[in-house]
């Protein structure tokens, strides 16, 4: 996954990356996600997910992401996107995000590329 909006916003990547690398013992449902992830990208190693998301001042999720999806089967486009969508809800609110750079992360683009994803 990369990030398209200013130098703070990679800290992000870490909060994803963990999200999407929890194992099952430490939180059943992310363990799950995680895999079912995985297993789309072994299957559809093309797909991509872009999720274009508003924050507020408090960097908590402000209405719906958008979503661009590339790639695979639109089923597969879907399922992808929707696991993608609840690592990124349930990683929120950010509140490592410097309060005085919020033009630089007030709108974030994370990129989830399941070919970063398959060893």
Same mark, same amino acid.
Request: with cysteine.
């Given at each position: %996954? ?9 800290? *992000?990547?870490? *909060?994803?990356?963990? $999200?999407? $690398?929890?194992?099952?013992? +430490? +939180? $059943? ?7 079912? %992830?995985?297993? *789309? ?7 991509? !997910?872009?999720?274009?998301?508003? *924050?507020?001042? !408090? ?21 992808? !996107? ?17 309060? +005085? ?19």
């Amino acid at each position: %996954m990369t990030f398209k909006r200013g130098r703070h916003v990679v800290f *992000l990547a870490i *909060l994803f990356f963990n $999200s999407l $690398s929890a194992s099952a013992s +430490d +939180d $059943s449902h992310r363990g799950a996600k995680a895999e079912a %992830m995985r297993e *789309l990208a072994k299957k559809f190693p093309d797909l991509v !997910c872009e999720v274009h998301v508003n *924050l507020n001042r !408090c960097a908590e999720i402000v209405g719906e992401p958008s979503l661009e999806a590339t790639g695979g089967t639109e089923e597969a486009r879907k399922s992808f !996107c929707f696991h993608a969508v609840k690592n990124i809800r349930q990683s929120a609110p950010f509140k490592s995000l410097p309060a +005085d750079k919020y033009d630089q992360w007030k709108v974030m683009v994370v990129r989830f590329d399941a070919s970063q994803m398959i060893p």
